[in-house]
């Protein structure tokens, strides 16, 4: 029992990493606003480029950034952490040789919980981001070439578009494709693409648009 409650509380330190908000924080501490009253009602840099300016912006895509790759590391050392604690007993099934598979599971459920807290974060009444940051962090940890061919298309994509959303959108999609197509464990691959599909989603009021044609460019007003 002891385990799973301290498994458990692992999640929630998982959750918190992302669940900081950091546009948010930075809104009220600049100008005293707060960031989802503005723009396109986020609290990602985008909307933080729009409301606060670009230094401000950087900030919050850096220290986003940062959350989902301390969330992965923080699980990558807590999990087999845990199991040399005398106090803490894993079961049979999860004893000290095994630890090469189950770790990664937890693992991924923790990159799950910090996406999860990016976008729906405690403190805000669960209004968040759209976590797209956040999970390039976590892909960052897990596999930095998957990462580094994610950032790569989404550079490319807002160069000749100047749209962010469909950068991002295009970016997840990169990382499904390139996770899949790496030697990597299975709980990478699902977190990558459970995570890739989540911010897809997250965009789907950025779809509608994109398909209506009226998305606007970076440095535009968003049309509600």
Not at 105 to 110: I, P, T
């Amino acid at each position: 029992m002891v385990f799973w409650i301290a498994s458990a509380v692992g999640l929630v330190i998982a959750y918190l990493f992302g669940a900081t908000p950091t546009g948010y924080l930075m809104g009220k501490l600049l100008k005293g606003i707060d960031i989802r009253e503005h723009g396109s009602k986020s609290t990602g840099a985008t909307n933080a480029l729009r409301t606060l300016g670009k230094w401000p912006a950087l900030v919050v895509l850096f220290v986003d950034v940062l959350k989902g790759a301390a969330a992965i590391i923080f699980a990558d050392w807590f999990y087999p952490w845990l199991c040399t604690l005398p106090s803490v007993s894993p079961p049979t099934a999860l004893d000290l040789q095994n630890q090469q598979t189950w770790v990664p599971w937890a693992v991924c459920l923790a990159g799950l919980a910090a996406l999860l807290g990016h976008s729906r974060p405690i403190w805000l009444n669960f209004k968040g981001g759209k976590s797209v940051a956040t999970g390039f962090g976590l892909v960052l940890a897990i596999a930095w070439p998957v990462g580094l061919g994610a950032v790569t298309i989404f550079g490319v994509v807002l160069a000749i578009f100047r749209i962010v959303s469909l950068g991002s959108i295009l970016a997840a999609l990169t990382a499904i494709a390139l996770i899949c197509g790496l030697e990597q464990a299975l709980p990478y691959r699902l977190l990558v693409l459970v995570g890739g599909l989540y911010v897809i989603m997250r965009h789907r009021n950025n779809i509608q648009r994109l398909l209506a044609g009226t998305e606007p460019q970076l440095g535009k007003a968003v049309r509600n």
